[in-house]
């Protein structure tokens, strides 16, 4: 029965999800259930792209990369894939009407990581954080606003910023891998390997200001997804701060993260202040 197959599928978009993200899982557990699973299947798509040119180094990335963009092509024209991950990702794109210039462009973004190490402008910098975390902020709004266009016309600006913020918190938390792993440099105009307080200080204004014009949209996001979006916006800032806290060198030296502990007392003052009406 389809209805069976369709069942893995979510079921391993679900896996994918709390394997790959304890924060991202935490916050998708905060949504509406009659959301939750389609979040599940945006994040297990990208997060797929995303291990092909981040981890596959041993293999073709490239022949991976191609493999799997021409079966999600396929998969969305079928409207069915024997690939669980994107069986799950077509239902998404079908039920909330998500245009093809959203995973077309994330896909571009993902592309770039196979060969691309250095971001050279703003504008190469900015064309990539648009494809590569933007527009999943943008398939996420579909969802969120579940066909509403005038919802997702007032508030798609803001799930910009928010992609934009999450991507460059992850940029400077992978300093280290990014760099010296993978030899890519995202921020334009900035010598990672002698990263000074001031270069550091740079990058974090623009992050918060980033945020801050994220939250605006959040506290106007329709029930269903409020508290798990504002859960995710409160542990990239929590994750934020302690970066801004960190001395460069140690940054570059290091993964800085949130542990689980700090990430369970957000969650609860966080649904104290939701409950509160204070968000």
Request: net charge positive.
């Given at each position: 029965?389809?209805?069976?197959f ?30 939750r ?66 995973y ?33 902020g ?46 890519r ?14 270069a ?15 939250l ?64």
């Amino acid at each position: 029965m389809k209805l069976i197959f369709d069942t893995v599928s979510y079921s391993c978009s679900k896996i994918v999800t709390n394997s790959y993200s304890t924060s991202f899982s935490l916050a998708s557990k905060m949504l509406s259930g009659s959301i939750r699973q389609d979040i599940y299947n945006i994040y297990g798509f990208v997060r797929f792209a995303d291990e092909i040119v981040d981890t596959f180094h041993k293999y073709d990335k490239e022949r991976l990369f191609n493999d799997f963009e021409q079966e999600m092509y396929r998969g969305i024209q079928d409207k069915i894939s024997l690939n669980p991950i994107i069986n799950s990702f077509q239902k998404t794109v079908h039920q909330y009407n998500i245009p093809p210039e959203l995973y077309e462009a994330f896909m571009s973004s993902m592309r770039l990581d196979l060969h691309k190490t250095k971001y050279l402008t703003d504008q190469e910098y900015k064309e990539y954080i648009y494809g590569s975390a933007d527009v999943v902020g943008l398939m996420c709004l579909k969802v969120f606003v579940n066909g509403d266009q005038a919802k997702y016309d007032e508030l798609k600006q803001s799930a910009m910023y928010l992609g934009s913020a999450f991507q460059k918190v992850n940029f400077l938390r992978d300093l280290k891998s990014d760099h010296e792993v993978l030899d890519r440099s995202y921020f334009p105009n900035i010598d990672l390997s002698q990263l000074n307080e001031g270069a550091k200080s740079k990058i974090i204004k623009e992050i918060e200001e980033d945020f801050d014009n994220a939250l605006k949209g959040i506290l106007k996001l329709p029930v269903e997804a409020k508290f798990g979006v504002y859960m995710a916006y409160v542990y990239y800032k929590k994750l934020l701060n302690k970066l801004k806290k960190t001395p460069s060198l140690e940054i570059k030296n290091t993964r800085i993260r949130v542990s689980n502990y700090q990430k369970i007392q957000l969650l609860a003052k966080s649904y104290f202040d939701y409950q509160l009406n204070l968000i």
